[in-house]
């Protein structure tokens, strides 16, 4: 009777454990944090996001959607705190591309161009900074350009700002596109 019970038992309970080979006291999984002490989780498949991104974006891979629209810059003022809108209220970091060209003045000394990143109106709690240096010598007309480039940066944050600021000259260019975002 008690065979026949326990037969009983694993016929009804089989669904539940389909796919499991687990000897006893064998954990089926671990995670390596703190808490637990270390460990492993191993996948076979891959590891995918179906979270659908905003409109305009498309899903590049885990937790990051990349625009879909043609790559278009938006210029940036100097000294001035310059709000980016989050294309989706679940974005948690923005990825821009940010470019400068560093300008003569026709002063013989060393310039800078930086565009810093913030998550706050007042520009006032410094993320990130990306900064390009050049030397002008000898002294140029002004406008000359004599350095430059483009980075890609990542903006924290659910209200992320910038500012793209230079040394005293004002001689600096400074734009930026949106790549995508991480939600």
Known sequence: MKKLLLILLLCAFAPAFAGMAIA????????????????TLALSGTLSSTKACAAGYTRLGPNFCGSTSAYATTVLALDAC???TNPASDAKALLI???VQL?????VSGKFTQV?????????TLLDRVQ??????????????IGGGNVNLIVRGSTPY?????DTTNQAIGS????????
């Open 97 to 99: 591309s940010a470019s």
């Open 103 to 107: 300008q003569t003045n026709n002063t």
């Open 82 to 84: 310059t709000a980016l």
């Open 162 to 166: 910038i500012k793209f600021s230079d």
């Open 132 to 145: 390009w240096r050049a030397y002008e010598d000898p002294a140029n007309a002004v406008s000359v350009i």
């Open 116 to 124: 810093d990143a913030f998550n706050d109106a007042g520009c006032a």
């Open 24 to 39: 006893p006291g064998t954990a089926a999984h671990t995670h390596s944090d703190a808490n637990t002490g270390g460990g």
């Open 176 to 183: 930026y596109a949106l790549i995508g975002y991480f939600d």
